[in-house]
């Protein structure tokens, strides 16, 4: 079975460590964990490793968060791989820092990652790992949150985040979303 992880989140040093590219951030982790380089292709960087007999292919659009979906449609066709065998790695500002949450399908939820990936898919049926970034921020001000550095508490914790996250998709990609969403998504 062939996996496609897609880390969202927007190019260029001036992003590397903001709350929108937590996409990024999660699958570097994994590809380091796993050995695997990213290198350049189309409207992407990609790295693929083995996990347990699963071919797992990861990208980086190069699109930028807002017209991920482009990327995203061109891999799932070049690849073969059904969209439900995806995986959007996202910010969410719905969930406070450290939570994570493991979904099958769902809305966009005003993320405009999202929401281009469900217009060129023409659906939102994919799955997607939520990752909280809190929303300490005042009325107005979303945009300069999600493309504003961690805080100096939130950077020391991020590792273990990544780890996590790295945990539940290797998870996901051996046994299934299901088996994942019961082992990850319990409420603390």
Known sequence: MKWLLVGLGN????????????????????????????KSAKWATMASFTHKNHTVYMIKPTTYMNNSGEAVRYWLK??????????????????????????PQGSDSGHNGLKSISACLQSNNYPRLRMGIGSDFPKGQLANFVLGDFSPKEQEELPFQWHHAGDILLTLCNAGIVHAMNQFNKTK
């Open 78 to 103: 070049q690849l073969a791989i059904p969209m439900e065998q995806s995986v959007m790695i996202v910010d969410d500002i719905a969930l406070p820092f450290g939570k994570v949450r493991l979904r």
């Open 11 to 38: 190019i260029g040093m001036e992003y590397t460590y903001t709350r929108h590219n937590i996409g990024f951030l999660v699958v570097d982790h994994l590809a380091h964990q796993q050995k695997a380089a990213f």
